[in-house]
């Protein structure tokens, strides 16, 4: 029985002067919840991949907070009752990724009927991020249990693949300088064009585990790192523009990049009639992740 | 499966989980010097009149000085977790670190790339999926319940679940500020540094393993522990409401460990050992004797205590301890040991297993 993605919904600041990272994902969440047609009494597992929030929180989850303002069964425990379960991970732009996996693997073993994954950035605030490089977004995507019901493409299988000696191509670090504690973001140009190869090889080895060619995929949903990794991608993949997921002034958002592209595809009406979907995101480390989805 | 309020996994689960996750190796690393509570509280800024070894029965904790940070602890742990494994870092398929503090080079708080692909390096598991997990306290726990999913379902066959806390510098920053006994940086004063590692493998086929796993987050009280970078100190601050957090744990704690023990078929009276995170010394033992007075029993052996020398060491705690007991031989094939988490969010789970000949062997103290 295949993990199914319901409409992922997307909520962004772009006027806003301190953006909150945590209101972004309140509200991507209460959407998400929202388009997929069901409460959020319904949601048995929260999981946050968003890095950058409000001052930097360390501790609790970031996903306890959000389970809270976002009313996830908040309440002490009950008998008879349902709770629900909340936590953080983190593993840069492919934490959506890492997060659907998990989800996949608790809806497969029937330990839940509905998860939430949900991910935002925002300048933490406080000064604490000078020359903060990401945008206010965040995203948010049900994860149901097929349960037969046609009309959305389903999880089929993910593929990993981490390349520790291009790891210093993109770095996010919080340390004292000036008497501060401040978070410094560092990328090398060359981080989008060496983590599209990793990514074509990656995504390669995923077809070719379930017998599809790259000529065969409906849509590739990228995330929009740069113009300059999704044309790498497209060219080593061997896939046309038109199966492309093009996504306008996108290049800017983190953690939450591949779930706005979904977000645009289904926007686009992309989604509807399509079989198989290739899911293919990038991040510092250089970890890909990619997942293959299908109908 | 009828729902509680647990989010949970009971092994074997059918033919969507066939397999069951055993503990095959656990290891640890804690820094060399010994920081006692007298010498801590003689460092702090005002006079406090706080006698916090009375408070919490924390004699000394584990501290590095600098030579050990975030990933050297983990990583130090996760080798010696491979040491006494039969498991080599190739076989690792998936490595998951969980840790609250992310410190390397110093106190400088690494975001990306993560921990665990850090630790996968430093260790050889070039095999190995690697993402962290971040959820306080529990983080170590929501790990073992994270990777077993995995292993129940086929899908790997081993994987590591790892912690490093550099959490003491919490610790020296409060000491700068705390003035009294209701100062909310009270418990940054009981942590200790330390690394810790569990390998998880599928079990033969009839071993008893990791039985329940369920983990639950009373989010109405998440915002009575936070943490976050200092603003003008090296490290983190940290401001708990120490009393409410014990308060409500007590209050919902009992209906979740019966659920738990329920699930496996067990009363509190089967369960051999209990280990809770350790925060202190007497609220564990308070817990345990108002958990015990609600659900009309007692485990066989009173609570492990470790926060006594070790201090509270955030996520590791769970795993600090249980090395301690296989290694001082009070854990016996067969003994059903549960570990019960408690942490901001408020996080509550508990994880039931058993421990089995291999595991005990591995420590020096065979059948």
Request: aromatic share 4%; glycine share 10%.
């Amino acid at each position: 029985m295949a993990t199914r993605l319901e409409a992922p919904a997307v909520a962004s600041s772009r006027w806003v002067l301190r953006p909150s990272a945590r209101k972004l994902a309140d509200k991507a969440s209460r959407m998400a919840v929202d388009r997929a047609g069901i409460e959020v009494s319904d949601i048995d597992l929260l999981v946050n991949t968003g890095l950058y929030h409000d001052r930097n929180l360390g501790e609790p989850a970031m996903a306890a907070l959000i389970q809270q303002d976002v009313g996830i069964r908040p309440e002490d425990p009950q008998a008879g009752g349902h709770g629900a379960f909340s936590f953080d991970i983190a593993n840069g732009s492919c934490g959506v990724l890492s997060a659907l996996q998990v989800a996949d693997g608790f809806l497969s073993s029937g330990a839940i009927d509905h998860a939430l994954v949900v991910a935002g950035d925002a300048d933490p605030g406080h000064r604490m991020a000078p020359h903060f490089p990401y945008s206010a977004d965040a995203a948010a995507v049900v994860c149901s249990r097929d349960d037969g019901r046609a009309g959305r493409v389903g999880v089929a299988g993910f593929r990993w693949h981490s390349a520790p000696e291009d790891g210093d191509l993109l770095l996010a670090r919080v340390g004292f300088e000036r008497r501060r504690n401040l978070l410094r973001i560092e990328e090398d140009p060359e981080f989008g064009s060496r983590a599209a190869r990793w990514a074509a090889k990656t995504a390669g080895s995923l077809l070719a585990d379930h017998d599809v060619k790259a000529a065969d995929l409906d849509l590739v949903v990228a995330n929009p790192i740069s113009d300059e990794f999704l044309e790498t991608l497209s060219e080593q993949l061997g896939v046309g523009e038109e199966q492309m997921v093009r996504v306008e002034g996108a290049q800017t958002v983190h953690t939450a990049a591949l779930l706005v592209a979904l977000a645009a595809a289904d926007g686009q009406g992309r989604l509807s009639e399509v079989r198989r979907v290739l899911l293919v995101s990038a991040g510092a480390g250089i970890v890909v992740g990619t997942a293959l989805l299908t109908r | 499966m009828p729902r509680g309020w647990l989010m949970m996994e009971q092994s074997p689960g059918g033919e969507r989980a066939p397999h069951v996750a055993r503990v095959e190796s656990i290891g640890r690393k804690l820094p060399e010097t010994r920081l006692t509570t007298d010498e801590l509280m003689a460092s702090t800024r005002h006079r406090t009149h706080i006698d916090l070894e009375r408070l919490t029965g924390i004699h000394e904790r584990r501290v590095s000085k600098g030579e050990e940070d975030s990933l050297s602890l983990a990583a130090g742990a996760a080798s010696d977790c491979l040491r006494r494994s039969r498991h080599s870092a190739a076989d690792i398929e998936v490595l998951v670190s969980c840790s609250i503090t992310k410190y390397r080079d110093g106190l400088t708080q690494w975001f990306e790339p993560t921990t665990s692909l850090a630790v996968a390096e430093r260790i050889g598991a070039s095999n190995a999926i690697t993402f962290d997990i971040s959820n306080a306290c529990a983080g170590m726990l929501t790990g073992v319940f994270v990777v077993g999913d995995r292993i129940r379902r086929g899908e790997i066959s081993c994987g590591m679940v790892v912690s490093g806390e550099y959490i003491s510098q919490l610790g020296r920053n409060a000491a700068k500020h705390v003035r009294n006994v209701l100062s909310a940086e009270l418990a940054s004063l009981t942590l200790g540094d330390a690394g810790a590692a569990v390998l998880l493998e599928r079990a033969p086929e009839g071993a008893a393993g990791i039985s329940v796993a369920g983990f639950t987050t009373v989010s109405e009280h998440s915002r009575l522990c936070l943490a976050y970078p200092a603003r003008h100190d090296q490290g983190a601050r940290m401001f708990t409401k120490s009393r409410a957090i014990q308060r409500f744990a007590i209050a919902d704690t009992p209906i979740l460990l019966q659920e738990a023990l329920d699930a496996a078929g067990l009363s509190l009276t089967d369960i051999d050992k209990v280990i809770p995170h350790q925060t202190s010394a007497r609220a564990i033992r308070k817990g345990m004797k108002d958990i015990c007075g609600i659900l009309g029993g007692e485990p066989k052996n009173p609570a492990v205590v470790t926060v006594d020398h070790y201090g509270n060491t955030a996520s590791t705690s769970h795993f600090v301890a249980l090395v301690e007991e296989l290694e001082a031989g009070n854990l016996e094939p067969g003994a059903r040991v549960a570990l019960v988490a408690l942490a901001s969010g408020i996080e509550i789970g508990v994880v039931l297993f058993t421990v089995d000949d291999e595991l005990v062997s591995l420590y020096g103290n065979a059948a």
